[in-house]
């Protein structure tokens, strides 16, 4: 096992994994920009070095001053956690070649599946299905045009390096075709330096549905059930649960074994997520994508299956087999998630940096864990994501996690700043969210406009 390991990241993940470490017995080495001097992970964690200004592209994203603070505290292994450079292949190749264990799959597995194109056309070779699209990227908004007139709109266009909602847009017919090609590829360009873009056949509403993986170095490769995440406002998650109740024991296992599949023929190591769209019109599903990370939203499924994800990453990279076989899995009750950020819905969710002047976060009752970076006093600083906590809650059926979910969004009180924590509530109180009657259509086109009509 490790000695001590460096958190390359910030905010409730670099605080998540450091208490995973320490269960573990591992010191922890946390790594900070300027604005975070006094983020709670920069103090939680047995030491800490300061890796840049404020802006992320010359700290928590710049590879050399990471590994030199890696080499200098004499860092064994780096765990990326989710975001900046936690699917950055370059970056897990460099590790390896000075010696530090990257905390996640390979380089280049991560090339392989992270560049989309790639990923899809690994997937058909292993018999996986996918979304019918292009064969391989698109370069050119007339080239567009051929491909999304073969397979006939509505159509998708993706960015072949993309990830967190950008350089995607839905185009419902020939006339707006090139000016979303030029403005997702733009974007894709400015985000990921790469502004080739690929073609999917547009399935929706469906149900996004993503299975929970793990690989140990011998190749024994498990899932650990489905998480629903159909609930998304412009293509980036709200709200997550496990298991789906769009999902039955035939099809879960179905779904299940198919992303082992994925997950094997690639030679995936460590945790992973295969993403899938189902078209609950016909029961078929099809591959999306795979998140070769740990991903936001894995604490529901450490709720129901009662295993620790982190920990389990750290022991695979420090060369221990799982301990767990399929067999072992088995799904209890339900948890749901709701990510708490500091945006404002009432003026289209724009960012609310500032000062907590005070917070209390729900606590008490058995299945409720909060994920959180924050404390009374702390400012949230405008240079990263506005995610600031996440609530989950266990219970032991659907309706007992949402009634848990709507007493802690109840409880909970963050002053000082805005957060969307009402619009948390009134979601997980709507009608369609009760009776799980919803898919990935429903937020943004029935939920939302009723909701701001309210404003």
């Known amino acids: 096992m490790f000695r001590k390991i460096l958190i390359a990241n910030r905010g409730e993940i670099a605080v998540r994994i450091i208490r995973a470490a320490r269960e573990l017995g591992i010191s922890t080495v946390a790594v900070y920009s300027t604005a975070d001097k006094e983020a709670l992970h920069a103090l939680l964690a047995d030491e800490a070095i300061c890796i840049g200004p404020a802006k992320s592209t010359d700290s928590y994203l710049n590879i050399n001053a990471i590994l030199s603070a890696a080499v200098l505290t004499e860092a064994e292994a780096i765990h990326p956690g989710f975001g900046f450079l936690s699917e950055n292949a370059k970056f897990a190749t460099m590790c390896e070649e ?21 990923a899809r056309q690994q997937m058909m070779a292993a018999g996986v299905p996918v979304i019918p699209g292009s064969e391989g990227e698109v370069l050119t908004a007339d080239e567009a045009v ?3 007139d073969a397979i006939g709109y509505p159509i998708m266009l ?11 847009r839905k185009v419902e017919q020939k006339a707006d075709l090139k000016e979303a090609f030029e403005s997702a590829s733009s974007e894709a360009k400015a985000a990921f330096g790469n502004g080739a873009m690929y073609i999917e056949k547009v399935i929706y509403p469906a149900r996004h549905i993503e299975v929970q993986i793990l690989a140990d170095q011998k190749g024994h490769t498990i899932h650990l059930g489905e998480r629903d995440c159909s609930l998304q406002r412009n293509n980036q998650k709200v709200l997550e649960e496990s298991p789906s109740v769009a999902i039955g024991p035939s099809l879960r296992k179905a779904i299940g074994d198919v992303a082992v599949r994925a997950a094997q023929f690639v030679g995936y190591e460590n945790a992973g997520t295969i993403e899938f769209l189902l078209d609950e019109s016909s029961g078929n599903f099809y591959f999306m994508e795979m998140n070769t990370r740990v991903q936001v939203e894995h604490p529901v499924t450490e709720f129901v299956t009662g295993v620790d994800i982190v920990k389990e990453q750290i022991r695979i990279a420090a060369g221990l087999d799982l301990a767990l076989s399929q067999e072992d899995i088995v799904l209890k009750g339900h948890a749901i998630e709701c990510r708490i950020n500091a945006e404002n819905p009432a003026h289209n969710f724009a960012p609310s940096p500032g000062k907590i002047s005070n917070l209390y976060l729900p606590s008490g009752g058995v299945g409720l864990r909060v994920d959180s ?46 957060t969307n924590s009402e619009f948390q509530l009134d979601l997980i109180s709507s009608p369609n969210v009760i009776t799980g009657d919803y898919d990935t259509a429903f937020l943004m086109e029935k939920f939302l406009p009723n909701y701001q009509a309210d404003q």
Request: glycine residues 14%; hydrophobic residues 45%; proline residues 5%.
């Open 158 to 168: 993706k960015a072949a390096a993309g990830g967190g909602g950008k350089g995607i």
């Open 146 to 148: 051929l491909v999304a």
């Open 98 to 118: 000075i010696g530090i264990r990257f905390i996640g799959p390979s380089g280049r597995v991560m090339d392989l599946m992270g560049d989309k194109i790639n």
């Open 373 to 418: 970076a924050v404390y009374p006093g702390y400012t949230i600083p405008p240079y990263y994501d506005s995610m600031i906590a996440k609530i989950i809650v266990h219970g032991e059926n659907r309706f007992d996690a949402l009634m848990k979910m709507q007493r802690a969004l109840y409880e909970l009180e963050i002053d000082g700043i805005v």
